[in-house]
Every structure is written in C-alpha cells, then in structure tokens.
Nanobody, 121 residues
C-alpha cells in the first residue's frame, strides 16, 4: 500500500556530512507526520528527527544543531541533512511516515527498509 524508499547512506569520516532522502509511493490518500529513526548495535531504536505535515520539526537532543529535517509534500519525500557527524551517529537509519490509504481510515505507521550510516576514520 505504502512503500518508503530511502537513499543516501554510507561511510563518512567524523565531521563529514550526509543527506538522506525517503520517498513515499503507492496507494494512499495523505501523509501526516514523517520522520527518521535510528538503531545502533545493542541499542533501542530512537527518534532522530520528525516533521509535521506543516513543516514543524523536532529533534533528539543529541542531533540538535547538527541535523536538519525537511520535507517536500508535493514529492511525498522527507530529507535529513546531517552535518558534523560523529562516530556515535553510526546506526541504521529508517524512515517513518504516517499515512492513510482511504479517506476515512486512520493513519498507520509505515517504515522504510533502513540505510546504514557508518561514521569512522
């Protein structure tokens, strides 16, 4: 029904930058909030950044001032610009979107497949 496809992960040196993209496709009526989560080995998944349909962002304290989330509603795409990356940012990053597939249905969470980011020298 709803597919989320991420791109932009990879290996980067400390202090470097990466930009993640996540495009939603499929059969849906509307998308509400979108966001990025990450999970490092041995740790629980955590919210990195979220953004409302109106564009209001929220960030985890650990990434404030370094990461910027944005979205293009016309393209059903959310972005995460990551600057000043640190080794502790190493994790699998997954895209999330709240979407509804019919006019009167509830919003349901959908997930991308995840993309690996490794911050290492």
């Amino acid at each position: 029904q709803v597919q989320l496809v991420e791109s932009g992960g990879g290996l980067v040196q400390p202090g470097g930058s990466l930009r993640l993209s996540c495009a939603a496709s499929g059969s849906f009526v509307s998308i509400n909030g979108m966001g990025w989560y990450r999970q490092a080995p041995g740790k629980e998944r955590e919210l990195v950044a979220g953004i409302s349909v109106g564009g209001s962002p929220k960030y985890a304290d650990s990434v404030k001032g370094r990461f910027t989330i944005s979205r293009d509603n016309a393209k059903n795409t959310v972005y995460l610009q990551m600057n000043s990356l640190k080794p502790e940012d190493t994790a699998v990053y997954s895209c999330n979107a709240e979407a509804r597939v019919r006019v009167h249905s509830i919003y349901v969470n959908y997930w991308g497949q995840g993309t690996q980011i490794i911050v290492s020298s």
